[in-house]
Structures are given as C-alpha cells and as structure tokens.
C-alpha cells in the first residue's frame, strides 16, 4: 500500500489542474478486455496492443511506482472496471506528478468501445479519498490532532454522451448531475458529432434546455478526421456537420451551458487544401476563434494542436495526403492560437478578459503523448522555461478544473 498522502486537507497547497477531454475506451473483444488491451488505430503507439500487465512491467522498469500502479488497478479491479493501460497511467501521473493535471474527464460516446456513462460514475466514486483523523501525543504530553488524507489523491470526472432525444438526456442528467455535484463537479456532456452521426447544427433545442436546466458542461469535438472526407449516415458532409459555428445560436440563447470546443475546429492544412480544391473554404478554426471572442460561454481546448518548434526526427516535414500526422498538419493553426493569446475578448468589461482566459486543458490523450501535453501545457501557460507547470499561475489547465466546478 502507499504511504498515505502528507498534505493537511483543510488547506489544499494548489489550486488543481484538469484535463477536460480524456478518452475513456476500452475493448469490445472479451480477451483484450480481460487483459486491458486497445487496438484502435488513433491510440498512441505506447499504449496500442499493450497489455495491463505488459504496461505495468514496463513502468515498472522505467522507474515508477509498482505499488501506485497496483493500487490504481486495485481500485479499477474493486469498482468492477476494465484495467486499460492509458488511463492507468494518466492516473498515475495524476497521482504521483507534479506536473500533470490532477482531475481527468472520463468521456464517453455511448459506444461499446468506451465506459458507459455508468462506469464513469464508478471510476469516479473509486479515486475519492477519505480523510482520516489521527491523534498524536507530542513529547511533552500535549495532545494533538492531525487530518491526513488516505489513499490514492485523484478526481475523475464522470459524462455522458449527447442523446438527440431529450427525454432520454433528462433521464442521464438525473444520474449523472447528483453523482458529479456531490464532489462539486458540474454534469459534462459529450458529442462527438462524427462518431455519433450527428449534425452540430441540426441537435434539437429540447437538448439544449434539458443541458440549460442541468447547468452542463458541452464537450463537443469539432472538425474532421484525418483519414479522408466522410459523410453521415444521411449523405451530410463532414467537414459541414463539425463546424463549430453551429454552436453559436445555442450559446446566445441558453447561458446555463458552456460549450467547449474540442479542437477549436481541428485546423488542418491538408484538409483545408483538399476542400479548397473543391471550391469550399474552410473557416473551421477562425469560427471558434470568433465564437470564443464573442460568447462568455464558449471555451476552446487545443487536443492535439501541437507547438511547432521542432523536436526530432522529421518533424515538420511535407506529409501526403495520405499520411496522419496531426503535429506537422496543425502547427501553423497552433501558432496561431499562440499569437493571438492576449487580444481582448469582445464581450463583457473592456480588455478584462484575454483570448487566453478562453483556452483551456483538453489533451486528447490517448491520441497524444504525455511528454507532448507537458509541453503544450508550458507553452500556451506563460512560457515559463524552468518553471514547473504547477506554478504557472491561471494557465490553462487551471481554468479547466474552474470550468468544470458546479456553478
Ligand atoms: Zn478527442
């Protein structure tokens, strides 16, 4: 078991940092899903085909702490919940690194390749602390009492997925508010208007005013996968169900909600070639870019927008079309959001709020690495080199954990 954790609960050291956007999946085969396994293809190399006792072992080598590890499985195993080795590692860098986000959202679709909303809710109730009071006598007899807080230190956040049928939202919310509320989270709700066939411009209104009346917190990707262009189940384009811009009406009309924009749109040079080439301009990234200049509840995170100063490799390099490389296809949007991080919003007090205050922590891990993220995280906090991201004061993943706060 671990030691428990020092810290004396009633003055938290920090204020905490939260990844919104954390894919929870895990496998539909029942072998890999016994031994942890993922295969998807956008996994992370690290984590692909690796299994929960093959990730631990490797970790294990590099250095970390076994007893962590077994001990986040412990809980995973109690809770009745697949032991997948990406989210055994955010948790433990949540657990044991300074410089990782301490809060993960767990998002699901509703697909049968990731948690149900269900699961969620039970990885959320395993990594919940308790405190326990010890009594001490000192050397010269007095009595004193000491809180101390037990076991692993993490808080995950628990969604459910978009249902297009408000009724059925409803049904959701009154799980999932009470469960998250009770560690004073808000409910989060998460699209993903590709993978779900849905039209972000075509989600009735009901939905809105079911999230409006839960306080929620809308997750939607926006943007298009890398692939090549697809349609929707009823012959829509893609690159016109993901745009962000359809976001804009609910904004205005329900201010109960945030919406936060996954991907800011998801910019890619390749993608806006190809429908340029179509005669069809892109304006996936200036929309979000105008959405959160404009809307006190739009937010934007930048999963998988990579910093462009060069790493190794062929970093950077021309890329056909068929290739996947979002790191190379996405610096130029990265730079940017970057360049643009102090002009004034334009809503509210004049030149109180920043662009920055609109960007928050969403690393589309496993798609990522952490050592990117970490980086990602510097560059668009202050660009404090040396300093660790836990002292970058309102950076991003900061925001994240406020934004995720129930009202
Ligand atoms: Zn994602």
């Known amino acids: 078991m671990l030691e428990p954790v020092k810290d004396d609960v009633s003055t938290p ?184 066939q849905v039209h972000l411009g075509r989600i009735p209104d009901d939905v809105f005013k079911v999230l409006n009346e839960h306080g929620a917190l809308l997750v939607t990707h926006t943007g298009v996968f890398q692939g090549g262009p697809c349609t929707l189940e009823d012959g829509i384009l893609d690159i016109d169900a993901s745009d962000p811009i359809h976001m804009e009406k609910h904004a205005s009309k329900y201010s ?41 509840n739009i937010y934007g995170d930048i999963g998988g927008l990579m910093y462009s100063a060069p790493t190794d490799g062929n970093y950077g390099e021309e890329k056909s079309e068929t290739e996947v490389d979002f790191t190379s296809r996405s610096e130029l949007a990265f730079d940017s959001i970057a360049m643009r991080l102090n002009d004034p919003v334009r809503y509210g007090e004049k030149g109180k709020l920043l662009f920055r205050d609109k960007i928050v922590h969403g690393s589309d891990f496993p798609v990522t690495s952490i050592t990117e993220l970490k980086k990602q995280m510097r560059v668009l906090g202050t660009l404090g080199k040396g300093e660790s991201v836990r002292r970058i004061k309102n950076n991003m993943a900061h925001r994240a954990y406020k934004l995720a706060r129930k009202r």
């Open 256 to 296: 109960n909600i945030d919406i936060l924009l996954s991907h800011m749109g998801t910019p890619d040079k390749v993608v806006e070639r190809y429908w340029l080439n179509r005669n069809k301009v892109v304006r996936h990234l200036l929309n979000a870019i105008q959405l959160l200049l404009d809307h006190p």
């Open 13 to 196: 050291l920090f204020e905490p940092m939260a990844d919104l956007h954390l894919h929870a999946v895990k496998s539909t085969n029942e072998e890999d899903l016994k031994a942890g396994t993922v295969t998807d293809s956008w996994v992370s190399s690290e984590y692909r085909g690796v299994s929960t006792e093959e990730f631990v072992d490797a970790k294990t080598k590099e250095g970390c702490s076994q007893d962590c590890l077994f001990d986040i499985i412990d809980n995973f195993h109690q809770a009745d919940l697949p032991t997948v080795p990406h989210i055994i590692d955010a948790l433990y860098h949540a657990v044991m690194d300074d410089n990782y986000p301490d809060v993960l959202t767990f998002l699901t679709i509703g697909t049968p390749s990731c948690f149900t909303m269900e699961e969620t809710i039970r990885a959320m109730e395993a990594f919940q602390s308790d405190t326990i009071t010890s009594a001490k006598i000192s050397l010269k007899g007095d009595l004193f009492f000491s809180k101390q807080l037990t076991g692993l230190r993490s808080d995950i956040i628990p969604t459910a997925p978009l249902n297009l049928d408000h009724r059925m939202m409803a049904k959701n919310l009154e799980t999932l508010t009470p469960a998250a509320e009770k560690y004073g989270y808000r409910p989060v709700v998460k699209l993903h208007p590709l993978l779900q």
